[in-house]
């Protein structure tokens, strides 16, 4: 089946309806001119539908988009360098950056690493705007081992001492701990 190419103007009322979360006017967007012809919205900042919803936190809009839309539209960049996941972190949308993260077809936690033009990560912004929720859920569900894995099972060398850790959250609490006690011993009589 052939679509007609929405207009300019068609293209700002889908933005406008993903903004505001009319999921029945997206609908009929969709009925007239086919799923294919979203991926391609954008606004003046290079914001895509996704944007629109996810700052605004319309779980019931994203849930009839995510099927629909191709999955690189989850990572897709506005101008500013930021995913629709930075929007929902920016806003506290909890429900829509799990709905982002989880998606079968989509990038999965890969997405909590981009960052933005600031050189923030959606956990940064999280962070930067005091969102504590949100910050903990991007902690709990990034893959933290990855860097690493196989390390834990590595001996300290010869005559090393105890290794003195400090972590600081993204509170700005710090915790020290101690690592190791792998000290020389004296050879045995």
């Not at 997206?26 to 979203?38: D, H, M, N, P, T």
């Amino acid at each position: 089946m052939t679509f007609p190419s929405p207009t300019d103007e068609d293209k700002d009322e889908l933005l406008l309806s993903c903004r505001y979360g009319d999921l029945e006017d997206i609908q009929q967007f969709v009925e007239k001119f086919g799923a294919e012809s979203l991926s391609g919205v954008r606004d003046g900042g290079g914001n895509s539908i996704l944007h629109m919803v996810c700052a605004n936190g319309h779980t019931d809009v994203l849930d009839y988009l995510l099927p629909v839309v191709p999955p690189s539209l989850l990572s897709a960049p506005n101008d500013a360098k930021s995913t629709p996941l930075h929007w929902a972190a920016l806003n506290a949308h909890l429900a829509v950056a799990q709905k982002l993260v989880q998606h079968p077809k989509g990038p999965g936690i890969a997405l909590i690493d981009v960052k933005n033009a600031a050189g923030r990560s959606p956990l940064g912004e999280a962070e930067n705007v005091g969102w504590e929720e949100g910050a903990k859920w991007f902690v709990e569900v990034m893959n933290l081992d990855e860097e690493a894995k196989g390390e834990e099972d590595q001996p300290l060398p010869e005559g090393t001492g105890d290794i003195e850790v400090e972590i600081q959250d993204a509170e700005g609490q710090v915790a020290r701990m101690k690592i190791g006690s792998n000290e020389a011993k004296p050879p045995s009589q």
